[in-house]
């Protein structure tokens, strides 16, 4: 409360109700006061590690869903996602990129902030983009820093295949922030591994995924991503870890699925989302396909003049009003518009009184 009061009296500082509102809007503000105690969680209450650590410990699958922006975080928000995860994916998925590499920093920070401000239940991950991290650990505690700070994410994720990653999400732990790695195939490694290629198909691949997520788990990561890899080496990957193992295209056995919400809701049957969507990928709808019929119902309605009808134009000027509106444009010289506003009148008035007496509405 003294932090507060200091706060409301100092006059370059906004007023505590608007902190109080922005607090309420960022996810990663604590629920549980120090004061309090524990207090038990519940279905309506905010995913945290310990709830996430409950499931594991129960055998519980863990359901993650990627998504990038305020309406998809809300659906996420009301179908009880365990995780939402705003990906670097977003640079294919919403840019229009052929991968991941070129999104930036900032414009990560911009999907952190909107799906931050829809999912209120679900934790928050927030991914390390391509070149915000790997110069050393000072640039990757200050890039997740920001993350938290200025994205409202509870966590980050970032792709570990190399000691130094390995490295960098030690140090990020280490600064107090809970890290989510990821190993099999890492996107952001494209020019090594030599493009989109499934990882652990042979035995030394298969070793070092394994070797991997255990040393990520040594690091402090919270869970494990497993990419793009046979179900047997996922399943030796999750047996060999303390932390849940989440898989996309990983197989039956980790502890928990990830996929992208476009994907899995078939938003987009464009040739380039075909492209960059993967087939390992179940979708559970074709949104896409109602989106396309809706906007095509639009296009014709707009080009007949069948939209907007009356019901579509709540906006009422009374007949006296109009009355003097027009001779105020007469009196303006702009005699046209003052037609043009008369017809217009005139023509509402006979479609209200058409729609009226109409069989639909009888």
């Known amino acids: 409360m003294a932090l507060f009061t200091k706060l409301y009296r100092s006059p370059s500082i906004v007023r505590p109700h608007y902190l109080f509102h922005r607090l309420r809007c960022m996810s990663n503000v604590p629920e549980n006061t120090v004061y309090g105690g524990p207090k038990p969680q519940n279905p309506n209450q905010r995913v945290t590690l310990t709830h ?30 365990d995780i939402c995860l705003v990906g670097d994916s977003a640079a294919m998925v919403v840019h229009g990129y052929d991968t991941t590499l070129p999104i930036s920093l900032e414009e990560m920070l911009v999907h952190c902030r909107a799906v931050a401000r829809g999912a209120k239940r679900p934790l928050l991950v927030g991914d390390l983009p391509f070149g915000t991290y790997e110069s050393s650990n000072n640039q990757a505690v200050d890039t997740a820093v920001r993350v938290l700070k200025e994205g409202g994410m509870d966590a980050i994720k970032l792709e570990g295949g190399s000691p130094s990653r390995i490295t960098a ?54 869970s494990v991503v497993l990419e793009c890899v046979p179900a047997p080496v996922a399943a030796a990957a ?7 193992t989440i898989g996309i295209g990983a197989g039956p056995f980790c502890s928990g699925q990830v996929l992208v919400y476009h994907d899995l809701l078939g938003m987009m049957q464009h040739p380039h989302h075909a492209k960059v969507t993967p087939k390992f990928c179940k979708q559970y709808a074709r949104v896409g396909d109602v989106i396309n019929k809706a906007l095509l119902e639009y296009k014709e309605d707009v ?13 009422k000027i009374s007949a006296a009003d109009i009355n003097g509106f027009v001779n105020e444009l007469q ?32």
């Open 238 to 244: 999750t047996s060999s870890l303390r932390i849940p």
């Open 331 to 362: 009196k303006l010289g702009l005699d046209k518009a003052a037609s043009s506003a008369a017809a217009a009148a005139e023509k509402i008035k006979a479609a209200e009184l058409f729609d009226v007496g109409s069989p639909a509405n009888d």
């Open 303 to 315: 080009s007949n003049g069948s939209f907007p009808c009356p019901a579509y134009s709540p906006y």
């Open 52 to 81: 996430l650590k409950q499931k594991h410990k129960k055998g519980e699958p863990i359901s993650v869903v990627t998504a990038y922006d305020y309406p998809s975080a809300v659906h996420l928000d009301t179908a009880g996602i």
């Open 169 to 222: 999400a030690k140090a990020i732990v280490e600064a107090g922030i809970a890290v989510m790695g990821h190993v099999g195939l890492t996107p952001q490694a494209i020019s090594v591994l030599g493009g989109f290629r499934p990882q652990g198909k042979n035995i030394s691949s298969a070793i070092k995924v394994v070797e991997t997520a255990v040393a990520l788990q040594e690091a402090g990561c919270f």
